[in-house]
């Protein structure tokens, strides 16, 4: 298992001009290390249906490849999209698992079959083009540039070190970010300049 901030670090170098999707309690690290925020659509509060709405925004936009930073527990809430982004095979689309065997936000429940999930092999067998598993972040460093330079759909569950929030969500301090409205602006602004 590895930091999510470590992964993001990482992960940065090779981003490109890609939009990026964090969810989770990890996304809050990605906002600190983001160089491109306008291609940033952090999603709150939208447990199991993030991979849907990446999955939407990959077929909108085609030629711009969209990146997804899932949790475990939220793709388990719609498992049933995974043969439907195979179905379709977008080619821009990269769905990446950070699987930390819990449910992170509302105190670390376990998640269920924490230990036993193969969820790239679950990808593959859906109909990826690719499938990726690390528990270890210098293979992941190794392996990022190449992955991202296949072409998609690519699956890639990553074993996170969790970051238990056991504060109840509506006393946690909130910080402050941009509205979904504000996202979709500026990410159809961004979109129609790079075009």
């Given amino acids: 298992m590895f930091e999510a901030k470590s992964m993001f670090e990482i992960f940065q170098k090779y981003r490109g001009n890609a939009i990026v999707i964090p ?107 690719s499938g990726h598993s690390f528990e270890d972040l210098d293979k992941f460093s190794e392996s990022v540039e190449a992955i991202l330079n296949e072409p998609g759909p690519t699956f890639v569950a990553m074993k996170i070190i969790p970051e238990i929030e056991n504060e109840p969500i509506g006393r946690r301090a909130r910080v402050p970010g941009r509205s979904k409205g504000q996202i979709i602006k500026e990410l159809r602004e961004d979109l129609k300049v790079s075009q």
């Fill in 23 to 129: 969810t989770g309690t990890s996304g809050k690290h990605w906002r600190d290390i983001s160089s491109n925020t306008k291609r940033d659509a952090q999603l709150g509060g939208a447990m199991g249906q993030t991979t849907s709405l990446a999955f939407g925004l990959a077929l909108a936009q085609p030629d711009t490849k969209v990146i997804l930073f899932d949790s475990e527990g939220s793709l388990l809430m719609n498992l049933g999209i995974l043969a439907t982004i195979a179905g379709k095979k977008p080619q821009n689309f990269y769905h990446f698992l950070m699987d930390n065997e819990v449910y992170a936000t509302t105190g670390g429940q376990p998640v269920p079959g924490s230990k036993k999930v193969n969820y790239s092999g679950m990808a593959k067998a859906c109909g990826y083009a």
